[in-house]
């Protein structure tokens, strides 16, 4: 199999260029550009070399930092369309990128194309080989509709986004057996521990994932490094906390080339590789697709599960003859609330036909409003949503969860048919989970309370002791470090990789998880910062204040004791002020270290990622 490594991400690292030829009021900077906010295109904003036309600039042959393929991708900002249409009609924005002193290569692309049409999309190109000696040439020209070169009384926001350094070499596929197993990794998005039948639930929403644990092993008490789903996704397929890989709010969308997948060491091993996210956070534009040689992503909009298991039982059928790596993200349980027919029915029965999947969004909203809340903050969660509508979604809920299960099952079964089951290694986890009014709120994003951060973590196949359950606290982030391990190799750079399955011994860890758009106490889109110690966990805010005060520089704090109170309904850090000080030192000097592990530097977010965090609810309106 050929594969595809990313060596250099030319522009994150400040390149230095010669101008040979600029406007004096636009010369040649650094930032996004963003040709399109239609999430059907590929126009999401890169990190660009933004060269408003005339525009001309030569790196040296050293600056990029390292030899192999040029690629890169040239684009309009959605500003030129919006701004200057009518009077660029007939109008085109040349491209030309020249290697040493070989043939330039010329795109162009005409000013007045919107929507969908092409254009609008950034344009792909492969300059082909770079060596150490070549230099490089950027440029950039408006054209009338004659083709001669014409000036425009604004600078235009044009220019080249992704320039890439890549390194392509082949790799022999292996095949599967039990001690070299497949791997399935199924990550259900926003599903909670505690509405599983496996963990305990008295309604039977996962007969799957029972019989799943039944032949593996169950942590019952696991937990996501995060309350939504870029950060805590990243930390799966990397085994880094947020602050080490980065992908942790709006500011920094994109998981740098630089972070080694568990997917680019298994494909470094002889796995085949492949991926698909049904929820369009998850895409390829955000660089989830490292080292996966088929990643299929939901575009536009998320994709119910029966749009795309279809695929997915194909691809295992197909691959069946191979060693594969299969990571698969669903989005069942994620609002708006659509299960099956028979999920419903079993566990929904009395929710109105007419009840709205997408109610839920509606609430969540309300819910954060000062609708619903006296002039101190106190949330009456009543005063928004019924007790019976409350109810409501609870059962949805549950009927989504079923849901989800049942597509769990579906695999296990296709496992099966083919005789897959005794050589594959399933792995079952979740993201984050979803608050369910347990502190008064909806949906999921808002605090560290474990509705939110409590996932299922089950393991089976070869090699896993059958039926066996671990109380020991710990965070899916190690699940690639496990995987790697099953795949005989391991993940550079992790400085605690623990094996799930053959290290459930020894002290308790500490747990960390985190959150930098937290909601607390009325401050929208603030850190929070969580651990688990012992029996003890600790939400620090940096920021956090009382409701309608202002910013704090110290900072707050909650203290809750979860033999007594697993729900972290009682705060103690007001009784108990040395032990939350103590824990809050060990949180600000574990993140201090963390943070230190960062390579690549934040990227300020442009219009298609902030549009695509309003669609999902992330994010209010503009």
Not at 197 to 223: I, K, M, Q, V
Request: aromatic share 8%; hydrophobic share 35%.
């Amino acid at each position: 199999m050929k594969i595809v490594r990313v060596e250099r991400e030319v522009l994150l690292y400040e390149p230095e260029w010669f101008v040979a030829a600029a406007r004096e009021d636009g010369p040649p900077t650094l930032g996004l550009i963003t040709p399109s906010r239609d999430l059907r295109v590929n126009g999401a904003d890169l990190f660009s070399l933004v060269l408003p036309p005339p525009c001309k600039v030569e790196f040296s042959e050293n600056e990029f930092g390292a030899s192999g393929l040029l690629r890169l991708k040239m684009g309009i900002d959605r500003s030129v369309l919006l701004e200057h249409s009518d009077t660029l009609a007939g109008y085109r924005i040349e491209f030309r990128v020249q290697v040493g002193d070989r043939e330039p290569i010329r795109r162009r692309i005409a000013v007045e194309q919107v929507g969908r049409k092409p254009g609008t999309e950034w344009i792909q190109v492969d300059c082909g080989s770079l060596r150490d000696s070549e230099r490089v040439h950027f440029a950039t020209e408006l054209q009338d509709a004659n083709g001669d070169q014409a000036n425009f009384e604004f600078p235009l926001r044009v220019g080249f986004g992704g320039i890439e350094i890549v390194r392509e070499y082949e790799q022999a596929r292996t095949t599967s057996s039990a001690e070299k197993p497949n791997i399935v990794l199924i990550v259900m998005d926003t599903l909670r521990a505690d509405r599983l039948s496996t963990y305990g639930y008295d309604r039977p929403t996962s007969p799957n994932l029972d019989r799943l644990a039944a032949r593996g092993f169950c942590y019952d008490d696991a937990y996501a490094t995060s309350n939504w789903t870029w950060p805590s996704t990243a930390s799966i397929l990397t085994g880094l906390h947020p602050g080490a890989h980065g992908l942790v709010d709006e500011n920094s969308a994109f998981l740098a080339q630089s972070v080694t997948t568990i997917a680019e060491v298994l494909q470094d091993s002889g796995y085949s590789t492949v991926g698909l996210s049904a929820n369009y956070l998850l895409g390829a534009d955000r660089n989830f697709d490292q080292g996966f040689e088929l990643y299929r992503y939901a575009e536009g909009k998320s994709q119910a599960s029966h749009e795309v298991m279809p695929t997915v039982l194909s691809w295992i059928k197909a691959m069946e003859e191979t060693r594969f790596f299969l990571y698969l993200q669903l989005i069942d349980p994620h609002a708006p609330q659509a299960p099956l027919t028979e999920g419903r029915a079993l566990l929904a029965s009395e929710v109105p036909e007419d009840f709205s999947p997408t109610a839920i969004n509606g609430f969540a909203r309300r819910l954060f409003s000062d609708e619903c809340r006296s002039a101190d903050g106190t949330l009456d969660t009543n005063a928004c949503v019924s007790e019976q509508e409350q109810a409501w979604i609870s059962d949805l809920y549950d009927a989504c969860v079923w849901s989800g299960d049942y597509w769990l099952g579906r695999i296990m079964d296709q496992l099966d048919s083919l005789q897959l089951t005794e050589k594959t290694i399933v792995v079952f986890t979740s993201d984050h989970g979803e608050e369910l009014f347990e502190h008064g709120m909806l949906m999921h994003g808002q605090s560290l309370h474990p509705e939110l951060t409590r996932v299922p973590l089950v393991l089976a196949g070869p090699g896993i002791q059958p039926g066996v359950r671990s109380s020991r606290p710990i965070s899916n982030r190690h699940i690639a470090p496990t995987l790697a391990r099953f795949g005989g190799t391991s993940i550079p750079g992790l400085t605690d990789p623990i094996d799930l399955v053959h290290s459930d011994s020894g002290a308790p860890l500490d747990v960390f998880y985190s959150t930098a758009t937290g909601w607390w106490r009325g401050h929208e889109r603030t850190p929070i910062l969580g651990i688990r110690s012992s029996s003890f966990v600790l939400h620090w805010a940096p920021k956090g204040a009382n409701w309608g005060e202002p910013a704090s520089v110290a900072g707050q704090v909650q203290l809750f004791e979860t033999d007594q109170d697993p729900g972290e309904k009682n705060d103690l850090s007001l009784s108990q002020v040395e032990l939350a000080e103590a824990l809050r030192t060990k949180l600000e000097r574990f993140h201090r270290e963390v943070d230190a592990q960062r390579s690549v530097p934040s990227i300020e977010a442009g219009e298609a990622t902030l549009q695509q965090l309003r669609d999902v609810g992330y994010l209010g309106d503009e």
